[in-house]
């Protein structure tokens, strides 16, 4: 029983902390230099795929060996009350039984963080819809439901990623097509106008106090408010962000 429950124990925190590590945050220069690592890992989970199914059937069967050898047991132990060493060769049974689940679960423990990086990561890269699905199916296979309802924040931003990437381009192009920016003197007011609508932005308002976002647009809405902060006169250009955010 002290093995059994130590691991248990193990298993609860490892929830905790993949819901604190879920989040990484990194450079622009660090995203996509992680990109062709992220699209290989798909593969890699693709490939584990087969063993993924395994685990859960032999812990499905494990389970079920451990009710059968317990209600054994139980009558074992009603029926020979005098053979102590059958009744202790069945609970060292049950002790290794209860070992290999408390391992299996591990596995499965591991493998739902891989699956959980890997949606995370898609909201810290560039816009991609057939990578999006498959964030989103990686997602939905997490086992743990504590973990997937913790984490739950990823699965929403992922399936409104498409929307809040046209809400934030078509800002920035309004921004940047605005005759007051490089007009010297509309620009101060253009720029009070332009943090203001920033700010007012419903990406911006939306994500604002929550623990998961999307890194990639907080990113370009954030190089932007500097760039409007900083600026001395009508300098600011925001094409290189546009074409960031193309679809």
Same mark, same amino acid.
């Given at each position: 029983?002290?093995?059994? #429950?130590?691991?248990?124990?193990?298993?609860?925190?490892?929830?905790?902390?993949?819901?604190?590590?879920?989040?990484?945050?990194?450079?622009?220069?660090?995203?996509?230099?992680?990109?062709?690592?992220?699209?290989?890992?798909?593969?890699?989970?693709?490939?584990?795929?087969?063993?993924?199914? !395994?685990?859960?059937?032999?812990?499905?069967?494990?389970?079920?060996?451990?009710?059968? /050898?317990? &209600?054994?047991?139980?009558?074992? !132990?009603?029926?020979?009350?005098?053979?102590?060493?059958?009744?202790?060769?069945?609970?060292?049974?049950?002790?290794?039984?209860?070992?290999? #689940?408390?391992?299996? =679960?591990?596995?499965?423990?591991?493998?739902?963080? *891989?699956?959980?990086?890997?949606?995370?990561?898609?909201?810290?890269?560039?816009?991609?819809?057939?990578? #999006?699905?498959?964030?989103?199916?990686?997602?939905? &296979?997490?086992?743990?439901?504590?973990?997937?309802?913790?984490?739950?924040?990823?699965?929403?931003?992922?399936?409104?990623?498409?929307?809040?990437?046209?809400?934030?381009?078509? /800002?920035?192009?309004?921004?940047?097509?605005?005759?007051?920016?490089?007009?010297?003197?509309?620009?101060?007011?253009?720029?009070?106008?332009?943090? =203001? !609508?920033?700010?007012?932005? &419903?990406? *911006?308002?939306?994500?604002?106090?929550?623990?998961?976002?999307?890194?990639?647009?907080?990113? #370009?809405? !954030?190089?932007? =408010?500097?760039?409007?902060? =900083?600026?001395?006169?009508?300098? *600011?250009?925001?094409?290189?962000?546009?074409?960031?955010?193309?679809?």
């Amino acid at each position: 029983m002290k093995i059994i #429950i130590v691991m248990l124990f193990l298993l609860s925190s490892l929830s905790v902390a993949y819901a604190q590590e879920a989040t990484v945050t990194m450079s622009m220069t660090e995203y996509e230099m992680t990109k062709s690592k992220t699209d290989s890992l798909l593969l890699i989970l693709s490939n584990n795929q087969v063993e993924i199914d !395994s685990l859960n059937t032999s812990l499905r069967e494990q389970n079920s060996v451990i009710k059968r /050898l317990r &209600g054994q047991l139980k009558d074992l !132990s009603s029926l020979y009350q005098g053979n102590d060493s059958l009744i202790l060769t069945l609970k060292d049974s049950l002790s290794i039984q209860a070992n290999e #689940i408390a391992r299996l =679960k591990v596995e499965v423990a591991s493998l739902d963080m *891989v699956r959980l990086r890997y949606a995370n990561g898609r909201l810290q890269l560039p816009y991609n819809q057939e990578k #999006i699905n498959e964030a989103i199916e990686l997602f939905n &296979g997490i086992s743990d439901e504590n973990l997937k309802n913790e984490c739950s924040e990823i699965l929403s931003w992922l399936r409104q990623y498409n929307f809040y990437l046209r809400e934030v381009k078509d /800002l920035i192009q309004s921004l940047q097509s605005d005759t007051r920016r490089e007009n010297k003197f509309d620009f101060d007011a253009w720029r009070s106008y332009a943090l =203001k !609508s920033i700010n007012q932005n &419903g990406y *911006v308002k939306d994500s604002h106090g929550h623990y998961f976002t999307i890194i990639f647009l907080d990113e #370009i809405i !954030s190089i932007a =408010k500097n760039r409007l902060t =900083k600026a001395t006169k009508p300098t *600011v250009d925001f094409s290189d962000l546009i074409d960031r955010l193309q679809l």
